[in-house]
């Protein structure tokens, strides 16, 4: 049993898929986390600094959508809690795993959508490879 | 929960170090199964078939050993089962997580004492890229 679980979701409905099932794996005292990463867009030359604001809030906006409907999936008896950060997916989840200190990863072993050479996607793919604790592949 | 779970095993401290913890993820009534792969040697010009014997049986005389020792680690009440096979670890791992139709591999996140490029080691890698189901990395 995990006293701390993080989950990171994209949104997808792989990421959703059976992922509620963690909630099995956590200690009587334990806290989930659900945490979803929005990309941060930097300033393009075709687009104008309004645009550029308004993209980066509907994605944190995005971002908000996916952590609530994840949270929704989990009994309302476990300690759930949610985080929607900017950065990269792969090294956002590691960082905020790290600093929260969990004793499991929980994530889809498949991306949004994505179609690639291999079985999973690269988020779980980079995950697996920084992470130096458990890490959940959930098919 | 998992009505079946697969923890292939070499051995190594790796193998072991906290692996255990997936009796905590089996249904009440579910089965651990645990494997261990050996090598099998083919014939080479300079040892004899005697020698080449030899090796094959300890080969499996460890991979027994192997599995023996992980069922040791578990509660007695589960339903442990071993199984020991010849073959390449991460296919026959796969072919027997698929023949078994086991919900979950639990494998150590790294190999047997290998200084790899990455932090896992290249069974599990192998594993995670071709089992369609749920892998927990133990690390």
Known sequence: MYKKILVPTD?????????????????EDGEIIILSVASELTPHQFQSKEDIDK???SFLDEAQFNVDKMKAKFDPNLNVTTKVLVGFPAETIVKVAEEEDVGLIAISSSGKGR?????????AEKVIHSFKKDVL???
Request: overall charge negative; cysteine-free.
């Open 11 to 27: 949104g997808s409905e792989a990421a959703e898929k059976e992922v509620e099932k963690v909630g099995d794996l956590l200690a």
């Open 137 to 139: 592949l959930v098919h």
């Open 55 to 57: 993209l980066n809030q």
């Open 115 to 123: 179609v690639t050479k291999f079985f999973i996607g690269s988020v």
